[in-house]
């Protein structure tokens, strides 16, 4: 029988710490967006959009990679309302960076604009053109993307206790690092 593994697997350490990256850098720049009418608005829309799209494609490798390989069992000690809290924090995690870049490209789609990951790929739009569901989409693109930074925030904070007050390994297991 194979004992469980102490870690996640590397290609899912890569994918979690290059999709936390990518996630934070999306936020920042979400953020500068809605925050901005300058001439750095174009150029925040030119990198919001392929990044928006390369989480779309990762979340899909990593969705596969956690269903194709075996994950470390979280403490036998830990509180059952951890345990609850914690899977729904991925399963909200994992829904977020699937439903969020398909907002932002069905949100584009209804401006009537272009969805152009560089100056010659264009995505085929989501939707038609339509003004009123791109306000209900751009309304709710924006609510799920503060969502997600309070995800990302009661994640990060579940991380640090682990590591620095439980000192249990679930932190570890991630970064690949011994006790």
Not at 39 to 46: C, D, K, N
Not at 51 to 65: D, M
Not at 135 to 150: D, E
Request: net charge positive.
């Amino acid at each position: 029988m194979n004992a469980q593994p102490r870690f996640f697997a590397p290609l899912a350490r890569l994918l979690h710490w290059l999709m936390a990256l990518m996630v934070i850098a999306m936020l920042f720049i979400g953020a500068g967006l809605a925050a901005s009418v300058s001439e750095r608005h174009e150029w925040l829309i030119h990198l919001h959009k392929p990044l928006g799209i390369a989480i779309l494609a990762l979340v899909i490798v990593r969705l596969a990679v956690r269903f194709s390989t075996r994950q470390p069992p979280l403490p036998s000690d830990l509180p059952l309302w951890q345990v609850l809290a914690a899977k729904a924090s991925h399963l909200l995690l994992y829904a977020l960076m699937l439903v969020l870049p398909l907002l932002g490209w069905a949100m584009i789609s209804a401006a009537g604009d272009p969805v152009m990951l560089s100056s010659s790929l264009r995505l085929p739009a989501l939707v038609t053109a339509n003004a009123p569901l791109f306000a209900v989409l751009r309304k709710a693109h924006g609510f799920l993307a503060y969502v997600l930074f309070l995800t990302v925030l009661v994640h990060l904070a579940a991380a640090l206790f682990h590591g620095l007050i439980r000192r249990d390994g679930v932190l570890q297991s991630m970064t690949g690092t011994k006790d």
